[in-house]
């Protein structure tokens, strides 16, 4: 069992009846809205809890990318991750992760992900994404070729980490002459690989076969948790295997505090600015972006969003987060996590306007009371 601190950097700030006048925090949200100066300050206090988490023995960090939006603030989740490759020294950096289809040519994350593995001493965790929905509006590119760029994108990414260049590589999408990336990475034959979905039976057949880790997407029902990783367990078992369970993870928000009460009158301000404000638009999707097979099981599941959620009692019988004491959050973690039967927890301490202060002393209590129990558990 092993415990990562995911962060996506969210503006804090935006005004209070954004959701009234705006019908997306994503691709035309005005960035008139972005303060430059407030978002220097939250850059660095961001960073100083994501190295925070190193100090306090979690198992790894965990960022992100995203594009024109105030739902994440890393376009390029590789300067984070630089970052705590030089401020951290034992933690993985898990960046999960770069969207392949935005890189022209996919060489650049081959190189910049082995710079990173050779900075951090061998603790990169590389992700790869197609990208959301939202980020093929904002990059203007074909969201009908997504699928197969991603495809053609990874192959060209492990072959440059595995394969003596100079080469060549000639597919639909990428023409290079010459691949011979310098640095390579310190992991061989090259770094864990982790893929993140939101369900999508193309893209857990892709994890599956190549023995990769699947990580399921927060802010859904418990339930289409549970049917998501079942799914997974089948792709995997068609492959001739039974995963292990650190080939899957999941991301749930997560709060500490004294007592239930306390922790729900901390962090309930903050989840509902998240899920009113920053999720607005997150569903945007261009056509041709998905099959249409993995479109209707996606669009099957959008009752059970967090975004469509109302009530506290929602929250806590669907699972969108844990949130309590010591004790309640050891209890439900260890529940949830046999009930799953994942081996990665990704928590995600901070979310939407929950204050610096109050974020870190959640994880200080989640890294002292909680994870060594449930380790144990």
Same mark, same amino acid.
């Given at each position: 069992?092993?415990?990562?601190?995911?962060?996506?950097?969210?503006?804090?700030?935006?005004?209070?009846?954004?959701?009234?006048?705006?019908?997306?925090?994503?691709?035309?949200?005005?960035?008139?809205?972005?303060?430059?100066?407030?978002?220097?300050?939250?850059?660095?206090?961001?960073?100083?809890?994501?190295?925070?988490?190193?100090?306090?023995?979690?198992?790894?960090?965990?960022?992100?990318?995203?594009?024109? %939006?105030?739902?994440?603030?890393?376009?390029?989740? %590789?300067?984070?991750?630089?970052?705590?490759?030089?401020?951290?020294?034992?933690?993985?950096?898990? #960046?999960?992760?770069?969207?392949?289809?935005?890189?022209?040519?996919?060489?650049?994350?081959?190189?910049?992900?082995?710079?990173?593995?050779?900075?951090?001493?061998?603790?990169?965790?590389?992700?790869?994404?197609?990208?959301?929905?939202?980020?093929?509006?904002?990059?203007?590119? %074909?969201?009908?070729?997504?699928?197969?760029?991603?495809?053609?994108a990874h192959d060209l990414i492990i072959r440059a980490w595995t394969e003596?260049?100079?080469?060549?590589?000639?597919?639909?999408?990428?023409?290079?002459?010459?691949?011979?990336?310098?640095?390579?990475?310190?992991?061989?034959?090259?770094?864990?690989?982790?893929?993140?979905?939101?369900?999508?039976?193309?893209?857990?057949?892709?994890?599956?076969?190549?023995?990769?880790?699947?990580?399921?997407?927060?802010?859904?029902?418990?339930? #289409?948790?549970?049917?998501?990783?079942?799914?997974?367990?089948?792709?995997?078992?068609?492959?001739?295997?039974?995963?292990?369970?650190?080939?899957?993870?999941?991301?749930?928000?997560?709060?500490?505090?004294?007592?239930?009460?306390?922790?729900?009158?901390?962090?309930?301000?903050?989840?509902?600015?998240?899920?009113?404000?920053?999720?607005?638009?997150?569903?945007?999707?261009?056509?041709?972006?998905?099959?249409?097979?993995?479109?209707?099981?996606?669009?099957?599941?959008?009752?059970?969003?967090?975004?469509?959620?109302?009530?506290?009692?929602?929250?806590?019988?669907?699972?969108?987060?844990?949130?309590?004491?010591?004790?309640?959050?050891?209890?439900?973690?260890?529940?949830?996590?046999?009930?799953?039967?994942?081996?990665?927890?990704?928590?995600?301490?901070?979310?939407?306007?929950?204050?610096?202060?109050?974020?870190?002393?959640?994880?200080?209590?989640?890294?002292?009371?909680?994870?060594?129990?449930?380790?144990?558990?």
């Amino acid at each position: 069992m092993k415990f990562f601190f995911f962060h996506l950097m969210a503006w804090q700030d935006l005004p209070s009846d954004f959701e009234k006048k705006y019908d997306s925090a994503w691709i035309w949200a005005p960035n008139t809205l972005f303060d430059p100066e407030k978002g220097g300050r939250l850059y660095n206090e961001y960073i100083d809890t994501l190295v925070y988490a190193d100090e306090l023995g979690f198992d790894g960090v965990c960022v992100n990318e995203h594009h024109q %939006n105030a739902y994440g603030l890393m376009p390029s989740p %590789n300067l984070i991750a630089s970052i705590l490759a030089r401020q951290t020294r034992n933690v993985k950096i898990a #960046v999960i992760g770069n969207a392949l289809p935005l890189y022209n040519p996919p060489t650049r994350v081959a190189e910049e992900f082995a710079m990173l593995d050779c900075i951090s001493g061998g603790r990169l965790i590389a992700g790869f994404v197609v990208g959301g929905g939202p980020e093929y509006y904002s990059y203007g590119i %074909n969201p009908t070729h997504a699928r197969e760029m991603f495809r053609e994108a990874h192959d060209l990414i492990i072959r440059a980490w595995t394969e003596p260049g100079p080469f060549r590589y000639f597919s639909k999408h990428y023409h290079l002459n010459y691949v011979n990336p310098w640095p390579r990475p310190i992991q061989q034959p090259h770094p864990q690989i982790w893929i993140p979905g939101v369900g999508s039976i193309e893209t857990m057949e892709f994890v599956a076969k190549r023995r990769y880790a699947y990580m399921g997407i927060p802010y859904f029902h418990i339930d #289409v948790f549970k049917r998501t990783f079942d799914t997974f367990r089948d792709c995997c078992n068609r492959e001739g295997y039974e995963p292990d369970p650190e080939q899957m993870g999941w991301i749930v928000p997560v709060h500490v505090a004294e007592t239930d009460e306390q922790a729900r009158k901390e962090f309930e301000p903050a989840l509902w600015y998240f899920a009113k404000k920053l999720l607005l638009g997150i569903t945007i999707s261009p056509p041709g972006y998905t099959s249409v097979k993995s479109a209707l099981a996606i669009d099957k599941n959008r009752g059970k969003f967090l975004h469509s959620i109302e009530t506290w009692d929602e929250i806590e019988k669907g699972v969108y987060a844990i949130v309590g004491s010591p004790a309640t959050v050891r209890d439900k973690l260890s529940y949830y996590q046999k009930h799953l039967g994942v081996g990665n927890i990704l928590t995600s301490p901070q979310i939407g306007t929950l204050p610096h202060e109050i974020a870190r002393r959640s994880m200080k209590m989640f890294a002292e009371e909680v994870m060594p129990y449930v380790r144990q558990a």
